[in-house]
């Protein structure tokens, strides 16, 4: 089976940094994404994980370690528009690598 | 680019009657789509896999029957759900993926919230 654990909510203030966790057991990996959802809206795309390490783009980074089944998006200098779902989602290696996702994060961003 | 256009974004119609939804990429070939659902406060659970040209994949517990899929070219894949009823209100979601094998993107559309009364 396939699970991905992630906190179910987090609040943070405006300007500071938070950091979403993620962990997974899936029977296959090929790459860990990031996505963001506000609430009746489809997800987009944050960031694409496949080697262990930091990947940054702008206030955005991702890392990844594939041993320990383990990613965090780092979000700095949070905005009130940051307010939204997290989605971490894992492409797996079986049938149509097809993303599966974890429940989501949901981020309040105070000022 | 990769733009993946959902239509109608919103449906609102009585219990029986059958909804169909379509998913379009816009400036790509897409040999597989994606269905989704999402329930309030809830992750995006896979339906289903449509593939281009054969029948599409459906994960364990979705009828086959109850969610007709039909993924007739590279750029349109369509979802109906027949006989709709109160307990088939969600949000439902598309997703193509650009590219070939496991370097392709997924890309989503915005979406349709289905209401049944």
């Known amino acids: 089976g396939q699970n991905i654990d992630q906190p179910t909510e987090m609040t943070a203030t405006e300007g500071a940094i938070v950091q979403i966790n993620c962990t997974y057991q899936?029977?296959?990996?090929?790459?860990l994404f990031w996505y963001q959802q506000h609430a009746g809206e489809a997800p987009t795309f944050l960031s694409y994980?496949?080697?262990?390490g930091l990947e940054e783009k702008g206030r955005f980074s991702s890392f990844l370690s594939r041993s320990k089944g383990y990613s965090y998006l780092l979000l700095k200098e949070l905005q009130m528009k940051d307010s939204a779902s997290y989605l971490c989602?894992?492409?797996?290696?079986?049938?149509?690598?097809?993303?599966?996702f974890g429940t989501g994060t949901r981020l309040t961003v105070i000022p | 680019g990769a733009v993946v256009s959902q239509h109608p974004s919103r449906v609102i119609c009585k219990s029986g009657t059958s909804v169909k939804i379509e998913c379009r990429s816009l400036?790509?070939?897409?040999?597989?789509m994606f269905w989704y659902r999402q329930f309030p406060k809830k992750s995006l659970m896979l339906m289903a896999t449509?593939?281009?040209?054969?029948?599409?994949?459906?994960e364990q517990g979705v009828e086959k029957d109850k969610f007709l899929i039909n993924h007739a070219s590279l750029t349109l894949s369509t979802l109906t759900v027949t006989s709709a009823h109160p307990e088939d209100s969600s949000f439902y979601i598309c997703?193509?993926?650009?590219?070939?094998?496991?370097?392709?993107?997924?890309?989503f559309g915005d979406g349709t919230r289905l209401s049944i009364l």
């Open positions: 997703s193509a993926r650009s590219g070939a094998g496991l370097g392709g993107a997924q890309h």
């Open positions: 899936t029977s296959g990996f090929n790459g």
């Open positions: 994980n496949v080697l262990d």
């Open positions: 989602a894992v492409r797996l290696s079986t049938g149509a690598n097809n993303l599966f």
């Open positions: 400036d790509f070939q897409a040999t597989t």
């Open positions: 449509s593939n281009e040209g054969s029948k599409a994949t459906y």
